[in-house]
Structures are given as structure tokens and as C-alpha cells.
């Protein structure tokens, strides 16, 4: 393992961590700056790199763990005041959770194999990033004048449930998850915050899922050599994430979708007219 492959980790978690969780598509950089600029494929397996991807995204997950840490130990009833609490009308549930991981997790787990075989190519990702970018722009010139919920704790199940429904969209490679689920919420009438929340916390037992899948799969192609190239990946990961997040939860209701929706924009003409 020399230091460009270590180079490369680092590359490629720092842009895992800054687009996972954003509303612009991880798949849509990947295939940017690994096939375009780095090459892996030159530089390890189908497998290796196929694994590596699993672990950086580990990583991301970690980093919301992390920020919403206070909310998953309530959620999961690790505290006494959420153990004794009777009244559950003023904060988010776990079955609300569970409600909106469920159209999701039934279609990725039934369509996993067609989707991994048919559904990732550069023109599919292209198709969803601009898709995904009109959704976005739809979201926010029709989202209620006033949200019904300001906060994620004021999440209706009817709410969490049409939420769930939109996160199926993400299912197509270049979507984006956070991108289907946030303008799903704002139009089901959650501030963007509130979308943005709800959104994060429901993102990990999903991502954790499959990516725990995808390691059972493919842990027999790692070896020790290439454990510099994966530590490194992971902690970058988990870094640039951590960082993310925080940023992109203190702006979203000021700056909205737009933004990412006119860069959605902008990387899928790239990406047409570099590949195809």
C-alpha cells in the first residue's frame, strides 16, 4: 500500500462526507472524481473497491450518530425520563421511525439485485439527479405557506408515512435520499429543518442495514494490505460528514432547496458531456 492509494482514501471519504447527507447525490460525485480522476478501478478490484465504498459510508453514518446521539438515546427509551414518559404527543417516536423506513426497505430488499445490475450506469444517474432537482424545485414553490410541523417532534404518521413513500424514489441511483425525503417532507408540510432532521435519524438503521449486508457480502476480498486504505477512507468520512451535517442543518430553512437543485443541475450536464 504506497501513499497515492492512502491519497486516494482520503479523496474519496472527503467526498462521501460532504455528499451523503446533502441533497446533490454521492453517486453522482463518485463517479466523477473515481472513475474520471482517480481511476480505483486501475488500483484495486471490483470487490476491494466495492468494500471500501461500504466502509466510508460507515463512516457517514457514524457522524449522525454522533449529532443526533441525544435523539437515538430517546428514541430507543435508554433514558429513565424517556422510559417513564407517558405522553408521546410532544416527541418524535420510534414507530414513527420504523412507519417511514418501510416502503423503502421492502422495495430495496426485493429489488436489490435488479437495481445493483440495471440501475447503475451514467445515464441512469443523470436521469435521477435532474429528476431529483424538479422534485426539489416542485417542494419549495408549493410547500404549505405555514408548516403543520416546525420541529421533527411534531411529525404526524401520516407524515412519517408519506415521507417513507418518497424515500422509495431514492431507490433510483442519483436521487438522493435526503433529496426525495426533505422535499417529501416540505410538501407534506415539515420545516425544512424539521424535514432535515426527521430525514438524518431515519437515514441510519436503513444505510446501517444495507451497508452491514454489503459487508457480510464482500468481507472475504478485504486483506490486511489494504487496511491503510480503508482507515483512512473511514476516518475522512466520518470527519467531513460530521462537518456537513452540522453546516447543512444550521442553513437549510434560510437557503432552502434551490441551491442544491440548480447544482444538481449543473453535475448531471457535467456529467453527460464528460462521459457521454
Known amino acids: 500500500m504506497n501513499l497515492w492509494e492512502i491519497f486516494v482514501g482520503i479523496i474519496l471519504g472527503m ?23 482517480l481511476k480505483t478501478k486501475e488500483l484495486f478490484s ?6 471500501f465504498k461500504v466502509v466510508i459510508q460507515l463512516g457517514s453514518i457514524l457522524a449522525v450518530i454522533i449529532v443526533f446521539k441525544d435523539r437515538f438515546i430517546n428514541l430507543l427509551g435508554l433514558t429513565k425520563a424517556a422510559r417513564e414518559s407517558v405522553d408521546s404527543s410532544n416527541r418524535l417516536e420510534l414507530k414513527q421511525v420504523i412507519v417511514a423506513l418501510l416502503p423503502a426497505g421492502v422495495l430495496g430488499f426485493l429489488f436489490e439485485d435488479y437495481i445493483d445490475e440495471h440501475l447503475f450506469s451514467i445515464n441512469t444517474v443523470v436521469f435521477g439527479l435532474i ?5 426539489m424545485l416542485v417542494a419549495d414553490f408549493f410547500r404549505p405557506a405555514r408548516p403543520k410541523a416546525e420541529t421533527v417532534d411534531q411529525v404526524t404518521y401520516k407524515q412519517a408515512i408519506s415521507i417513507g413513500l418518497f424515500q422509495c424514489l431514492s431507490l433510483w441511483p442519483g436521487f438522493s435520499r435526503s433529496g426525495s425525503t426533505i422535499s417529501g417532507g416540505v410538501l407534506m408540510g415539515l420545516s425544512h429543518r424539521a424535514a432535515s432532521d426527521f430525514t438524518f435519524i431515519m437515514a441510519v438503521p436503513i444505510m446501517l442495514g444495507a451497508s452491514s449486508i454489503s459487508l457480510i457480502k464482500n468481507w472475504q476480498y478485504f486483506t490486511l494490505a489494504d487496511l491503510p486504505f480503508f482507515i483512512a477512507g473511514f ?10 451535517i452540522r453546516f447543512f442543518l444550521k442553513l437549510i430553512n434560510k437557503i432552502k432547496l434551490v441551491p442544491f437543485a440548480i447544482y444538481r443541475i449543473v453535475l448531471a450536464a457535467v456529467i453527460y458531456f464528460v462521459f457521454l
Open 15 to 37: 467526498v462521501e462526507g460532504l455528499t451523503e447527507f446533502a441533497p446533490v447525490s454521492s453517486t453522482g460525485h463518485m463517479i466523477i472524481v473515481d472513475d474520471l480522476l
Open 46 to 51: 471490483p470487490e476491494a473497491a466495492n468494500t
Open 131 to 135: 429528476i431529483g432537482a424538479v422534485l
Open 235 to 244: 476516518i475522512t468520512a466520518f470527519v467531513f460528514a460530521l462537518i456537513s
